[in-house]
């Protein structure tokens, strides 16, 4: 898609959210309104209608800014901004357009939903640290998980699939298989956890103890989620995985005293 220069931005029609049939808004104003909009009718957001933005420290453009949305989907700014509060804007723009989008019956999860989604995982975990089993044990506690989220959306749900996303990637999913924890267990346990600071400094001592048995392990695995996170944000996609990713590692990361990363560095991969 083609977006208009800032800080305008035409929407498609949501019926109740626009006024005197005035289809151009403040995309940052506007995506506050528009979750606020979508809890006053009802909809269950444990955390509010906050919107939560991130503007990444630097003294020159082009400027980076994350958005989090009620529900713990991510977006970025996707184009080269020169400020940063066009950082602001284009991670609004983008956010609003999924936003939007998710209202769509599509979104919502079902039984076709859930083959996709499971189809999909399959596919992007083939490179992961774990064998075929770990893979596909991972695998169907995230099936299991969706299915006892049938009808959330995408991005009500994306939160708890984010935190099962990195317990399979942390290599947490697997060791509990292994302590015979069922399935139903894991789930009811983090589905009242969120992701805050507390789980992602448990996975940072994770990342800590597999450094001491393989030195280097973490500066390769940061580089990797560095470069996934500037291609995904780039392109427009959902950043919540790979954010957490990068975020995780780069603790483990500062507390073994490492010197700093920078996304310049992946060119050396």
Known sequence: MVYPEEPFWVLPTVT????????????VE??????QMKQSRGADLKNG?????ESIPSNSQPYVCFVTLPGGSCFGSFQNCPT???ARRSSAKI?????VFNEHPSRRISDEFILKAVQDARASFKTTLQGNEGTESGIEA???????NKGRTMLEFQELMTVFQLLHWNGSLKAMRERQCSRQEVVAHYSNRSLDDEMRAQMSLD???REHDSPGVIRRELLLAERELETSRMAGRELRFPKEKKDILMIAHNQLGGSNLNSASIDHL
């Open 16 to 27: 109740g959210f626009y006024e005197d049939r005035d289809y151009r808004v403040n995309v």
């Open 30 to 35: 506007a995506l506050q309104e528009f979750w």
């Open 49 to 53: 209608a906050l919107v939560i933005y």
């Open 84 to 86: 940063k509060a066009e």
């Open 95 to 99: 956010a609003l357009m999924n936003s």
């Open 142 to 148: 995230f099936r299991f998980m969706l299915e006892a």
């Open 207 to 209: 990342w800590i103890a």
